[in-house]
């Protein structure tokens, strides 16, 4: 053991598990003090004995006849070396993995022997959090705030009390398998120690959970639990998890305060704001719904690291379309730093994400039931939903067929006289950094795809309504569509 702990020492950039018994050993404590940093992991004796009482591989504990009292004795023991060689101590019982090794960075942070990168190059100290955004959706009775930071997830606690949200103690939690494993036990865990109930509503990780058979299970589990008029609903996951739990929401007692907590891009930067909730019908997406304004819409860019890369890139889609349809200065920055987004830095992040929030809560709060301007947010829209649907929703993503949606916009913008040639370009050359398709697979064909958008629920007295760009950063939304543009549109997708 001597000879490994001689080895180990004079090397760098290790952590070494050292059990409890070795640095009991003068010489390999002294050791190891040369060029390391101690962490003593505690937990009460009788943590411990819950962890052990089992085990075979213990050589101190399985020949004892009472493990509990060995186990006590040990701890008195040996309590007074390994408080006297550590520099810091970290409760494994009290707090969960994932809290143990924030606690642990954050030490080695401060005592400048753990580096960050910031811009690729190595920073000593603590890696600083960046301040919180903060978006207002002005609407009145109905308005409510977007926070946007990093780590802001495990504060819902604070969010729900500084709202007086938290009245009976309780949250009903809807999320997905998927988000629960990744997050699930941080908000549980700040929920337990503040005394709350956690009533887990659980959906599949797919778009048919949006149904009124998923909605029905959900408005059991709430009876079942006693959920009242002022239990809050706390989505916690993509747009599919936040349309049906809004709805749950918006439907349950007349409705119930309503939490947003969104984890992908998309739901970040569109689904989460503005209040739309629905689940589908067997005969088409969001046909049943309403307009639910959230309470309060917190979102955390870290969840972002452990998001699928196709969709962040998905979600990018819809960050795009905002700098076309209202901020040129927007789009222009996306142009320049898109790198940045796509490796996730926290500064470009907030960025991104905050601005989108702002153009998506300006429109919003101008129109807040779609009855006008809130159309313009359907740019790429028309033949992005003809093509979902053509398709079967199975092989694009949302914002995939909006891409190329946006392209064929921009495109018939060009034939119809209204876009520069140039600023169409700009657009398909940053759809095509950031990943995204911009042409329409040749086994869909224009007539199909024109059908397709005669049936879309947002066409008015058969009438195909297009939002066009006039130059980025303005569009416009033309809804007297001749029949001779048909084939203009036809063309615009074949580019
Ligand atoms: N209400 C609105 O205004 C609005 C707007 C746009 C889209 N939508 C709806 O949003 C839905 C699509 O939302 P989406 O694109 O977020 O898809 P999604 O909710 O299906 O999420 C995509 C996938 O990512 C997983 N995931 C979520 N967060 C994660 C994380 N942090 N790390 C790892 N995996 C994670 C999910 O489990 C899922 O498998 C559609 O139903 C659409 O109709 C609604």
């Not at 308005?143 to 949250?171: C, F, T, W």
């Not at 709060?365 to 979902?388: P, V």
Request: aromatic share 6%; glycine share 8%; hydrophobic share 45%.
């Amino acid at each position: 053991e001597s000879q490994l702990v001689k080895e180990l020492a004079r090397q760098e950039k290790l952590v070494i598990a050292t059990g409890g018994g070795m640095v009991i050993n003068p010489v390999n404590a002294a050791l190891l003090r040369q060029n390391g940093v101690f962490v003593y992991l505690v937990a009460d004796p009788a943590v411990i004995y819950r962890r052990v009482k089992h085990k075979e591989d213990r050589p101190l504990l399985s020949q004892a006849k009472d493990r509990q009292e060995q186990i006590k004795k040990l701890f008195a023991a040996r309590k007074e070396i390994y408080e006297n060689l550590a520099g810091f101590r970290v409760d494994t019982g009290q707090n969960t993995p994932e809290k143990a090794v924030e606690l642990i960075i954050a030490y080695l942070q401060d005592k400048g022997e753990l580096q960050y990168f910031h811009n690729n190059r190595p920073r000593a100290g603590r890696m600083p959090t960046l301040p919180l955004e903060d978006v207002l959706v002005d609407l009145g009775n109905n308005s409510y705030h977007i926070y946007i930071g990093q780590g802001i997830l495990k504060q819902l606690v604070n969010y729900l009390q500084k709202l007086a949200l938290e009245a009976d103690q309780k949250i009903f939690l809807i999320t997905n398998p998927t988000v629960k494993n990744l997050y699930g036990r941080e908000i549980a865990a700040a929920h337990l120690t503040g005394n709350y109930q956690v009533i887990w509503g659980e959906i599949p990780d797919r778009e048919e959970a949006k149904s009124l058979s998923e909605a029905a299970r959900l408005y059991d589990l709430a009876f079942a639990h006693r959920v009242e008029r002022r239990t809050p609903v706390v989505a916690l996951g993509g747009g599919v998890v936040g349309d049906l739990a809004g709805f749950v929401a918006a439907t349950y007692l007349r409705g119930l305060p309503f939490v947003q907590i969104p984890t992908t891009l998309l739901a970040q930067v569109d689904s989460s704001i503005g209040g739309k909730v629905a689940v589908n019908h067997p005969r088409g997406k969001n046909i049943i719904g309403s307009f639910y304004q959230p309470k309060l819409v917190l979102i955390d860019i870290t969840v972002l690291n452990s998001l699928d890369r196709r969709e962040l890139v998905a979600g990018l889609a819809e960050v795009i379309k905002y700098g076309v349809i209202a901020d040129a200065e927007f789009f222009s920055w996306l142009e320049e730093n898109l790198l940045k987004v796509l490796a996730l830095e926290p500064q470009a992040l907030i960025h991104v994400i905050s601005t989108s929030c702002r153009i998506k809560a300006g429109v919003v709060q101008k129109d807040e039931k779609e009855e006008g301007l809130r159309a313009i947010l359907n740019f790429g829209h028309t033949i992005g939903h003809a093509l979902e649907a053509l398709t079967e929703y199975r092989i694009y993503r949302h914002g995939e067929a909006v891409a190329i949606g946006m392209a064929a916009a921009a495109s018939l913008a060009v034939h119809t006289g209204l876009l520069a040639a140039g600023e169409a370009t700009r657009l398909k050359k940053l759809l095509e950094q950031a990943g995204l398709p911009t042409v329409l697979p040749s086994s869909i064909s224009g007539e199909d795809l024109i059908l397709a958008m005669q049936r879309d629920k947002k066409v008015q007295a058969g009438e195909i309504a297009f939002v066009l760009p006039v130059k980025i950063g303005q569009v416009e939304i033309k809804r007297d569509i001749p029949v001779k543009w048909r084939e203009l549109i036809i063309k615009a997708c074949q580019i």
